[in-house]
């Protein structure tokens, strides 16, 4: 699968991008994020806590119940927001 | 018809406004805005980042919602990304309709969702230190009026 990180999810784990090959058992998003986080202490703080995290597979907002599969693109952000205009 | 684009390049609104189509001289109406970066807060410059493939996509599909909830000729939206500096353009909407009431509350929603919910994250620079803009309920206020 494909994983895209933005904003400070990118900037904790040090890429905006990479391919990524999750044992069979990983069948959801939520599993996903708990393989990830033992990663590496930049994945660690970047999934510590998910209910900073929004995530969307194949470009599609889901929650973290969400099936993923091998052919994937997952992506982790922070919520968006409003700001300056 | 409709034209998404985002882009780190400036635009020219005239040439936006200009573009919008009209049908055969159906449009009574052509409603348009433009989003500055603000300078308050001493705020020194602020960088969009997008996940590209998903923000066209979202972008279009409430673009797509707009036209079938008012009856628009065209509607036009233009997001730049990158650093922007106060006083730069960052957003543009132009929307033509028959009447002015949909022009209004058509460019109006387009803009509070394009404010609220479209996939850009903002890091904002302030004397010389960098923080990500964080999620604010009253933004969800103002997307609300819509639903």
């Not at chain 1, 590496?40 to 900073?52: L, Q, T």
């Not at chain 2, 609220?116 to 960098?130: I, S």
Request: with cysteine; glycine share 6%.
């Amino acid at each position: 699968m494909k994983l895209l990180y933005f904003a400070w999810v990118r900037q904790k784990i040090g890429c905006s991008e990479e391919d990524f090959t999750p044992s069979a058992d990983v069948k959801t998003v939520m599993q996903l994020i708990n393989v990830l986080r033992a990663r590496g202490s930049g994945y660690e703080e970047a999934f510590r806590d998910p209910a900073r995290l929004r995530c969307a597979v194949n470009q599609s907002h889901v929650g973290f119940d969400a099936p993923v599969n091998a052919t994937d693109e997952i992506a982790f952000f922070p919520p968006v927001t409003g700001g300056h205009a | 018809m409709s034209s998404v684009r985002i882009q780190s390049e400036d635009f020219d609104p005239g040439a936006e406004m200009a573009a919008l189509k009209n049908g055969q001289n159906e449009a009574g109406a052509v409603v348009s805005f433009v989003g500055l970066v603000r300078g308050d807060d001493g705020l020194n410059a602020m960088t969009l980042e997008h996940y590209a493939k998903f923000a066209l996509r979202e972008i279009t599909d409430h673009v797509e919602q707009a036209k079938t909830r008012w009856p628009l000729l065209d509607v036009r939206v233009v997001h730049r990304t990158g650093r922007l500096t106060p006083g730069e353009r960052i957003v543009f909407v132009g929307v033509s309709s028959a009447h002015r009431q949909a022009a209004f509350e058509a460019a109006s929603f387009l803009m509070d969702y394009l404010k609220t919910r479209a996939p850009f994250w903002k890091l904002e620079e302030r004397a010389g230190e960098e923080r990500w803009v964080e999620e604010r309920a009253r933004d969800d206020e103002s997307v609300k009026r819509w639903h």
